[in-house]
């Protein structure tokens, strides 16, 4: 039975239905009571929550909202700390208004002389400058500081901070698990076609990256009949894309192929199981190539930001293509490569997910430590 109980703050992007994002929730959580169990802490979590009822519903943790400034002060005043992260907090490539927002939360639990954990999270892009000096400030002031990947390191360092205090360290995501009474769902349809899992998202404005997503598809099909068995991690806006390629790729009967789109999950394990199943999956979304590889479902990447660059180097390889460039024939031809040596895909890289598995955890084994030094 766990002799102290320490209440800690969860700041992250959660509440806003995206799959990703609600992995890594669900990830840190597991990782936290995991942690405490083994070190003799309860650990009893409070979200910050774009959607507060909902998060309580999936999680059954206790949620407030993240722009409600008063609740989100009592419930850091009112706790023993506050984890940051993961995922891409402090970048403003989306918004001007991100990392000051991050940030703040963070320099409000520094104020209230809260110790602040860092967790696993990825940095960048920051195109701003005049940002350098404020992560800069509010990192040295961390109790502990953990990056998803060696450039997030770099680019702290290249900001002034030391990089004997930065811990790399896997995305949390990596260490979500299927429950393990969980059946292990068909990697073929009712008619013996093999799943491949494709994870869109709109980026450039006039779609043609995801015009040649549907002729690289199309050109897969010409030689191999699939069943295309699109993921989306974004709710209605994934939704949208997944349509959008399907409607380019146009009568795929005539390949023997089929196609469907899977329901956008809000519960992060159930669309694990989902990508479980597939036997490959191409994905545009960073958490649909870290479900896939988590479940040794071989990864074919295509890159829109450099944190899709940044994970699969984790794993030694590296994008298929961009949503600036991407040779459809190529690319098919990478994509059929794997699909007919899955075996030899998992074995060459059944190492690395191994460590990046195991290493997922470390952060939260830290936290619960350090944790317990506070009194």
């Known amino acids: 039975m766990a002799s102290e109980v320490k209440t800690i703050v969860l700041s992250g992007y959660y509440g806003f239905n995206n799959s990703g994002d609600e992995a890594v929730l669900k990830s840190i959580l597991t990782a936290l009571e995991r942690a405490g169990e083994a070190q003799g802490v309860r650990i009893e979590p409070v979200v910050l929550s774009g959607d507060p009822a909902t998060t309580t519903k999936l999680y059954g943790v206790r949620a407030v909202h993240r722009m409600r400034i008063?609740?989100?002060?009592?419930?850091?005043?009112?706790?023993?700390?506050?984890?940051?992260?993961?995922?891409?907090?402090?970048?403003?490539?989306?918004?001007?208004?991100?990392?000051?927002?991050?940030?703040?939360?963070?320099?409000?639990?520094?104020?209230?002389?809260?110790?602040?954990?860092?967790?696993?999270?990825?940095?960048?892009?920051?195109?701003?400058?005049?940002?350098?000096?404020?992560?800069?400030?509010t990192f040295k002031r961390a109790a502990y500081v953990s990056v998803r990947d060696t450039e997030s390191a770099e680019l702290l360092v290249k900001m002034g901070l030391s990089r004997e205090k930065i811990d790399v360290v896997p995305d949390p995501v990596m260490g979500l698990?299927?429950?393990?009474?969980?059946?292990?769902?068909?990697?073929?349809?009712?008619?013996?076609?093999?799943?491949?899992?494709v994870s869109v998202r709109y980026w450039n404005a006039d779609h043609t990256d995801l015009m040649r997503v549907a002729e690289m598809l199309k050109l897969v099909m010409k030689r191999h009949a699939v069943h295309l068995r699109f993921v989306p991690f974004h709710g209605q806006a994934d939704e949208?894309?997944?349509?959008?390629?399907?409607?380019?790729?146009?009568?795929?009967?005539?390949?023997?192929?089929?196609?469907?789109?899977?329901?956008?999950?809000?519960?992060?394990?159930?669309?694990?199981?989902?990508?479980?199943?597939?036997?490959?999956?191409?994905?545009?979304?960073?958490?649909?190539?870290?479900?896939?590889?988590?479940?040794?479902?071989?990864?074919?990447?295509?890159?829109?930001?450099?944190?899709?660059?940044?994970?699969?180097?984790?794993?030694?390889e590296q994008a298929i293509?961009?949503?600036?460039?991407?040779?459809?024939?190529?690319?098919?031809?990478?994509?059929?490569?794997?699909?007919?040596?899955?075996?030899?895909?998992?074995?060459?890289?059944?190492?690395?997910?191994?460590?990046?598995?195991?290493?997922?955890?470390?952060?939260?084994q830290q936290v619960v430590r350090m944790l317990r030094q506070y009194k």
Request: net charge negative.
């Open 70 to 137: 008063g609740e989100v002060w009592n419930a850091i005043r009112q706790s023993d700390g506050l984890i940051s992260g993961g995922g891409s907090l402090l970048q403003d490539a989306t918004s001007s208004k991100t990392i000051p927002y991050y940030i703040g939360v963070i320099k409000l639990a520094q104020l209230l002389r809260k110790p602040t954990f860092m967790y696993a999270q990825g940095i960048g892009p920051v195109q701003r400058k005049s940002f350098y000096p404020l992560i800069r400030h």
């Open 177 to 197: 698990r299927l429950p393990e009474q969980a059946e292990q769902g068909s990697s073929v349809d009712e008619s013996g076609l093999p799943y491949v899992g």
């Open 240 to 316: 949208d894309a997944s349509r959008f390629v399907m409607e380019q790729l146009g009568d795929i009967s005539q390949f023997g192929s089929a196609a469907s789109i899977s329901p956008a999950y809000a519960y992060p394990v159930d669309m694990l199981a989902e990508v479980s199943r597939c036997q490959l999956l191409i994905g545009m979304r960073l958490h649909s190539l870290i479900y896939a590889a988590s479940q040794k479902v071989p990864v074919l990447g295509i890159s829109y930001d450099p944190k899709i660059d940044q994970f699969l180097h984790r794993l030694d």
């Open 321 to 364: 293509g961009s949503t600036l460039k991407l040779d459809p024939v190529d690319a098919a031809d990478e994509v059929l490569s794997v699909l007919h040596n899955l075996d030899a895909w998992r074995h060459n890289h059944h190492r690395a997910i191994e460590r990046l598995i195991q290493e997922a955890e470390r952060p939260a």
